[in-house]
């Protein structure tokens, strides 16, 4: 069974950093993407950023672009994203995700994923 296990959330303050962390287990495969969403209190669940677990190749929306780093480690099985220059407008439930087929709808949509974690709090304060 694949579980996704977010952690490193938290609080900051505007310019502030932090560093979430995803840890995947029960894998019998090789994931294509690994991913991270958002979900702010009324929203809808927005893409983040999204890296290849082969090749390591990056996508970010435009709005985290030059402040997020996303990055895996595929030995360890997990995956990362640095958030730099937080802005209160970062402040939402964080969503690791994976898929596990290169084919579909885009990366950006959640219906593209087949697993996610529970979701790691990130707070920023102005």
């Known amino acids: 069974q694949v579980q996704l296990v977010e952690s490193g959330g938290g609080a900051a303050q505007a310019g502030g950093s932090l560093r979430l962390s995803c840890a995947a287990s029960?894998?019998?495969?090789?994931?294509?993407?690994m991913a991270w969403f958002r979900q702010a209190p009324g929203k809808e669940r927005e893409y983040v950023a999204a890296?290849?677990?082969?090749?390591?190749?990056?996508h970010y929306v435009d709005s985290v672009k030059g402040r997020f780093t996303i990055s895996r480690d595929n030995a360890k099985n997990q995956n990362y994203l640095q958030m730099s220059s937080l802005k209160p407008e970062d402040t939402a439930v964080y969503f690791c995700?994976?898929?596990?087929?290169?084919?579909?709808?885009?990366?950006?949509?959640?219906?593209?994923?087949?697993?996610w974690g529970q979701g790691t709090q990130v707070t920023v304060s102005s």
């Open positions: 029960g894998l019998t495969f090789s994931p294509y993407v």
């Open positions: 890296v290849t677990w082969t090749g390591g190749r990056t």
């Open positions: 995700a994976v898929t596990r087929s290169p084919a579909g709808p885009p990366l950006s949509d959640p219906g593209r994923y087949d697993y």
